[in-house]
């Protein structure tokens, strides 16, 4: 990508697939033109120190991206989903982009909950669907919004409509 040359900083995105081409692994990786080093010769059990540290304060110069973001709430039992699909329609890395839901009324996490993906990168034109897991109980009373940001990202938000619970 672009920013790759112009920072000093490289990206690589590794993905591994099976035969069928489904992705059974991914990763990301932010390296600095220069490593640290290290003075090994006085280091001691707990402590080694470094001369030299990366120097990755070229980030802070990636381009802002503003996601196209699609949020859904689903229902099965009493255990719920919420699924948000981002994508990135830039020509820049979108880095660090983390998603979260929480209490429209007082700004609290829904807590408890499992997302299985979260900060993560995407390419330009990549897309990702990411799906938080909670329990409905949770969820009584309360408006669910979603909320994606992160490093150079576009901070949005977007309401999940529930239906109230019904009392026995």
């Known amino acids: ?12 995105s590794l993905e591994v697939q099976n035969v069928g081409g ?3 692994s991914s990763n990301f990786y932010w390296l600095p033109a220069k490593f640290a080093t290290f003075d090994w010769a006085a280091s001691t059990f707990y ?3 470094s001369p030299s540290y990366e120097d990755l304060t070229e980030l ?3 381009p802002e991206v ?5 949020a859904k709430k689903i229902a099965a039992g009493n255990k719920q989903t919420i699924q948000v699909t981002l994508k990135n329609p830039t020509q820049h890395l979108a880095f660090q982009v983390s998603v979260r ?3 429209k009324k007082d700004g609290h996490d829904i807590l408890p909950v499992l997302w299985d993906d979260n900060y993560f990168a995407l390419m330009p034109g ?4 990411v799906i938080a897991s909670y329990d409905a109980q949770q969820l009584y009373n309360v408006e669910p919004i979603v909320e994606v ?3 150079n990202i576009v901070e949005q938000t977007q309401a999940l409509t529930t239906a109230p619970r019904k009392r026995r």
Do not use: Q
């Not at 990508?1 to 900083?9: L, M, N, R, S």
């Not at 503003?66 to 699609?70: E, H, N, P, T, V």
């Open 47 to 49: 402590y080694t120190p």
């Open 126 to 129: 990549e897309s990702r669907t």
């Open 149 to 151: 940001s992160g490093w």
């Open 60 to 62: 802070s110069r990636l």
């Open 1 to 12: 990508i672009p920013e790759a040359e112009d920072t000093g900083v490289s990206f690589v």
């Open 101 to 103: 839901a929480f209490n």
């Open 22 to 24: 489904a992705t059974v």
């Open 66 to 70: 503003k996601l196209a973001m699609a």
